[in-house]
C-alpha cells in the first residue's frame, strides 16, 4: 500500500457563546515525513557506524573546547565519552607534543576545509602513553559543524615496531663500520638488489 499522510486541523464554529460545529483542515504532509524518517534511518546508520568505529572523531571550537566525542574514545584512550568531555585535554598531551599540536592548530585554523595530519602522544587512563595518529580540519566556515574536526586513531605498536626496526638498522650499521663488512639484499621476483652504504664503500661504488 502506498504510505499517505495527512496532517488535520479541527476548529470549532462558534455563534456567540456556542458552538455549533466544528471545521476541519486538512493538508498533506506525506514529502515531509518520509524525508523525515529517510533522515532520522540516515543519522542511525551514521551513528551506529561512529559507534562501532576505532577510529575516534572529536569536535572542537577554534579554542580548542571539547564539544563532542564520540564512545569510541573507550576504545582508544580507555575513558567514556563522558569522562573526557569533562577533561582538559592539554592535561593528557606528552610535554614533548605540546609545542608541535599548538603549531598544527594554527595551520589548520589557517587553512580552512584542508585535512592536516598530527602524530604525537596521548596519556591513556591507565597511565601510559599512546601514539596517536590524527587528520584535523577546520569547519569553522560550515554553519551545519561550526567546528574543528578530527578523527584520530591508536598506533602505539605500529610506531613502537618502527622505531624498533630503524633502531636496529642503525645497530647494523654501526656493526658494519666496526667490523669493515657490508651486506647485500636481492629480490629475485623484481631482479633488484640492495647493498648496504658500507657493502657500497668496500666495492668503491657511491
Not at 532520522?40 to 557506524?49: F, G, I
Not at 591513556?124 to 559543524?145: C, Y
Request: charged letters at 25%.
Amino acid at each position: 500500500p502506498i504510505e499517505h499522510w495527512d496532517e488535520i486541523s479541527f476548529y470549532p464554529i462558534r455563534n456567540g457563546d456556542n458552538i455549533v460545529g466544528t471545521a476541519c483542515y486538512a493538508h498533506e504532509i506525506t514529502k515531509k515525513k518520509l524525508s523525515e524518517a529517510k533522515l532520522k534511518n540516515s543519522d542511525q546508520r551514521l551513528r551506529a557506524l561512529i559507534e562501532n568505529s576505532d577510529d575516534v572523531i572529536a569536535l572542537q571550537s577554534a579554542i580548542g573546547k571539547l564539544m563532542y566525542v564520540s564512545p569510541s574514545i573507550k576504545k582508544v584512550l580507555g575513558y567514556t565519552d563522558k569522562e573526557f568531555m569533562q577533561m582538559d585535554i592539554s592535561s593528557i598531551v606528552h610535554p614533548e607534543d605540546t609545542m608541535p599540536g599548538q603549531q598544527l592548530l594554527e595551520k589548520v585554523l589557517g587553512n580552512p576545509g584542508v585535512p592536516l595530519q598530527y602524530i604525537g602522544r596521548k596519556r591513556h587512563k591507565d597511565g601510559t602513553w599512546r601514539w596517536i595518529e590524527a587528520t584535523v580540519t577546520s569547519k569553522l566556515n560550515d554553519p551545519a559543524i561550526n567546528g574543528l574536526v578530527t578523527n584520530f586513531r591508536d598506533i602505539t605498536k605500529k610506531k613502537l615496531a618502527a622505531d624498533k626496526l630503524k633502531h636496529n638498522e642503525s645497530r647494523l650499521k654501526q656493526a658494519q663500520e666496526i667490523a669493515h663488512f657490508g651486506s647485500w639484499e636481492h629480490d629475485f621476483s623484481t631482479g633488484v638488489a640492495l647493498w648496504s652504504e658500507k657493502h657500497c664503500k668496500i666495492y668503491g661504488l657511491s
